[in-house]
């Protein structure tokens, strides 16, 4: 589904990706991990578009498609959704006013009539259930005034409401308890299936106890340094990242 | 006016010409001080850029054109073609399933034909100011520009001197009233008119009254707009009344606008004002209150938007002249295009005025690299004892938040609109609660809010 080739990408001038490989298939999870400023974050806004990226070399080729021809928006027209690591405040514009017109856009983009508001309301109440978002809170302005824990779950309710082919989850567990933690995992789980696929973006093992990984990549200096199965993850976290960098500089 | 001649010495030689008629119909109070303004008038004549309140603004478009009226005397001939005006000519401008007293000023004619006040409020006095002019009325006397005190500038010299027509409201002592007033400017763009009105709205004490006043084309102007209107409004608030005031300019291909709004506060007086401008190719607004009375309140919140090359000025002042008032200004404005919005907001505390609140913010979007705001915050404070703060921003819109909503599939431009209409709306209107006597102003503020939207929709980015 997901085939990156060599990419390279830099920052102000500053290389942070450095030839990124990674083949991702549907219904696999995938875990990137690695330490502060190895280029975790910098692969997610690649792969979503963010503006002040440098795309210097390589491919991202999605369901067929260069995925680094789409404006971010197409790209999320083709599947691809970011659970932010930062989620974004908006005053004045309510949770549901936000996803009413991020669905209505997508659907509009595939030729698909708007979803009339009782449709809409009734789909966005189930989705609210599962991450345990409130009536009220969708009614209030997107992330505004909410907690790192209800901005999280914020994050995994569009996700549901999106129902992407692709989810990255960016350093989700970032900021998180262990309840929220398992709210959010939990959520994440229901909603994985045999057609889609995540990428899991993390600094620590935590999260992966709940979102079971297929492979573990390590992420180190701009480059897949390591990949393994779900055990990796916990080598890491016995080890610490030294133990990469004391195989990647001999 | 011939080609020659500038509007200075026109406008002196045309009240030369009507003094006889402004003898007859003015009562001699009224009379002296038009004599006043004319002299200001050709003494100092029009500010220049180098005046620092209109530092921003350059009115060369306004005395530069060529004005082949003044609206002075009613002519048979207008007077036809005011009447041949339908009440469907009015209607559509009005608020939908808002109940008002109407009236009507069609080029600073006040209409009798099509205002309808339906309230009838007992000891009340609603009517055109120029009826009050020749009989000996003490309210004229009184108040008739009362609240502008010695002329400083041209233009309320210019409407001072030839102002005849306009809005009279005067509410007695503990009456709310049920409907708001809507007072309608309507503009025929026939030939280059320089248009002068004149409105007065006095709240007696623990008087309550909402005040809506909004200027519109009739439809079958053409594009060229080439009057001028000029007109002031001034508002007296007596203690512990209050008065909601909106002034809406909304409407395409509007005249260039230079409009006061002059208000005088007594004690425990609340004056609450919304500004909305939307279009306009030179408008100016000033906004000035005067609190002469302890524990009174003002607020001025305003929206403006700038596109298509119009020039959007918001000239304020909240002048605090006693102890324990609270002033809170909030204003915000999008300017696009290449056009130029001037926000110019002053706090004056004056030296006995302690325990004031004055607050002020202006918060401004510009969608287009050859967008210009100037944004002119003032605080003069003279007072030890004050809580006093004012603020100005300018900026693009945030990427981050833009981002964020395209990462959901919402296309760019969508997006935009959508964070400038959310940009705007936390300053719409001036009743968070309705309650059930002034649900009115809920109806106002949701037109506000459709017009805001549909002006966000057209603009371009």
Redesign the interface.
């Known amino acids: 589904m997901l085939t990156i080739k060599n990419l390279k990408a830099t920052v102000e001038g500053k290389e942070i990706l450095k030839g990124i490989d990674l083949q991702v298939n549907l219904g696999e999870v995938h875990a990137i991990m690695g330490p502060n400023g190895s280029g975790k974050s910098t692969l997610a806004s690649v792969l979503?578009?963010?503006?002040g990226y440098q795309v210097t070399g390589g491919e991202v080729i999605f369901e067929g498609k260069n995925l680094l021809e789409l404006?971010?928006?197409e790209?999320?027209?083709e599947g691809i959704?970011?659970a932010?690591q930062y989620?974004?405040?908006?005053?004045?514009?309510t949770i549901t006013?936000?996803?009413k017109?991020?669905v209505n856009?997508?659907r509009k983009?595939k030729g698909l009539e708007p979803m009339n508001s009782v449709d809409f309301l009734k789909l966005i109440r189930e989705k609210a259930k599962l991450v345990g978002i409130s009536k009220e809170m969708l009614s209030r302005y997107v992330n505004v005034g909410f907690s790192g824990g209800e901005k999280k779950r914020n994050e995994i309710f569009?996700l549901a409401l999106?129902n992407p082919k692709l989810g990255i989850l960016d350093e989700t567990d970032s900021g998180l308890d262990i309840d929220a933690l398992k709210i959010v995992a939990d959520g994440v789980n229901r909603i994985k299936s045999d057609n889609n696929a995540f990428i899991v973006i993390t600094h620590y093992q935590r999260l992966l106890n709940y979102i079971i990984p297929d492979y573990v990549h390590v992420l180190y200096n701009g480059r897949i340094e390591k990949s393994g199965s779900k055990e990796l993850a916990l080598e890491l976290e016995e080890k610490g990242y030294d133990f990469i960098a004391s195989e990647v500089m001999p | 006016m011939n080609s020659k001649e500038n509007l200075k010495e026109y406008l002196i030689k045309e009240f030369e010409r009507n003094k006889e008629f402004f003898k007859n119909n003015s009562l001699p109070e009224i009379f002296e001080k038009r004599l006043e303004a004319i002299k200001y008038l050709s003494d100092f004549g029009f500010p220049t850029r180098k005046d620092e309140e209109w530092r921003f603004t350059n009115i060369n478009p306004i005395i530069k054109n060529n004005y082949s009226s003044l609206n002075i005397n009613k002519s048979d001939t207008f007077n036809t073609r005011i009447n041949s005006i339908l009440k469907s000519e009015i209607n559509k401008h009005l608020i939908k399933n808002l109940n008002v007293n109407l009236i009507v000023i069609i080029n600073g004619f006040y209409s009798e034909k099509h205002s309808v006040i339906k309230e009838k409020i007992p000891s009340a006095q609603i009517s055109n100011i120029a009826d009050f002019q020749k009989g000996n009325d003490d309210l004229i006397k009184q108040y008739f520009n009362k609240s502008l005190g010695n002329i400083k500038d041209a233009f309320t010299a210019i409407n001072m001197a030839f102002s005849t027509n306009g809005a009279f409201i005067y509410i007695p002592k503990n009456v709310s009233a049920k409907n708001p007033f809507h007072i309608l400017n309507l503009n025929i763009s026939e030939e280059n008119t320089l248009i002068n009105s004149r409105n007065i709205i006095i709240a007696d004490v623990g008087s309550d009254i909402t005040v809506l006043e909004s200027y519109h084309n009739i439809s079958d102007s053409g594009l060229q707009n080439s009057n001028f209107i000029n007109s002031i409004t001034e508002i007296f608030l007596k203690p512990n009344s209050r008065v909601h005031y909106y002034k809406i300019q909304k409407d395409n291909n509007l005249p260039n606008i230079v409009h006061t709004t002059q208000v005088i506060q007594e004690r425990d007086s609340k004056f609450k004002s919304f500004n909305l401008t939307l279009n306009g190719t030179i408008v100016r607004n000033n906004l000035n209150s005067l609190l002469i009375g302890e524990n009174s309140e003002c607020i001025f919140n305003g929206i403006y938007v700038g596109d298509n090359g119009s020039l959007i000025d918001n000239h304020t002042l909240v002048d605090h002249a006693v102890p324990n008032c609270y002033s809170n200004e909030y204003y915000k404005g999008i300017i696009g295009d290449e056009s130029k919005c001037v926000f110019n907001g002053k706090i004056l505390v004056r030296k006995d005025a302690q325990k004031t609140n004055a607050y002020q913010s202006n918060k401004n979007i510009l969608i287009s690299d050859k967008a210009t705001i100037n944004a002119k915050p003032q605080l003069e404070i003279f007072a030890d004892d004050v809580k006093c703060s004012h603020g100005a921003t300018s900026g693009r819109l945030n990427a981050d938040e833009l981002f964020y909503m395209r990462a959901r599939g919402i296309p760019e431009k969508i997006a935009q609109r959508l964070l400038l209409f959310a940009f705007l709306t936390d300053v719409v209107g001036l009743g968070n609660n309705y309650s059930d006597s002034k649900k009115y102003r809920e109806l106002i503020d949701k037109c506000i809010i459709k017009v805001i939207s549909e002006k966000i929709n057209s603009i371009n980015l």
């Open positions: 979503t578009g963010r503006e404006s971010p928006e790209r999320a027209r959704f970011l932010f989620p974004v405040e908006i005053p004045g514009v006013n936000f996803m017109t991020a856009e997508i983009s569009q999106m």
